[in-house]
């Protein structure tokens, strides 16, 4: 069985930099894992994406603020935030994305930590 928990969200102020975490227990088949946010009123969205063999994708809104990466010891995959804005401000939500030979892909969700940038 494959769980997803996010942590280390929080307040933060505009410009500022946080550190989010994904612990994946169970994470045979994994081939990938992401980073997605969604703010009140909106849909969720895209933020970061890092395969099985390191290849990351960004979108548009946070390449060359955010950095997505693993680390082994911990069994974790952490989201760096820097030069936070106020657009950033929304529930971030870990996701692992798992691959099984003859079967259908499988996403699965953690259940969200809060980011809020405020002045």
Known sequence: QVQVVESGGGFVQPGGSLKLSCVVS??????????????????????????????????????????????????????????LKLEDTAVYYCLARRTRLGRPQTDIWGQGTQVTVSS
């Open 26 to 83: 169970g994470d045979a088949n994994i081939n990938g894992m992401g980073w997605y946010r969604q703010a009140p009123g909106n849909q969720r969205e895209f933020v970061a994406f890092r395969t099985s063999g390191g290849a990351t994708n960004y979108a548009d809104s946070v390449k060359g603020r955010f950095t997505v990466g693993r680390e082994n010891a911990r069994d974790t995959l952490y989201l760096q935030m820097n030069n």
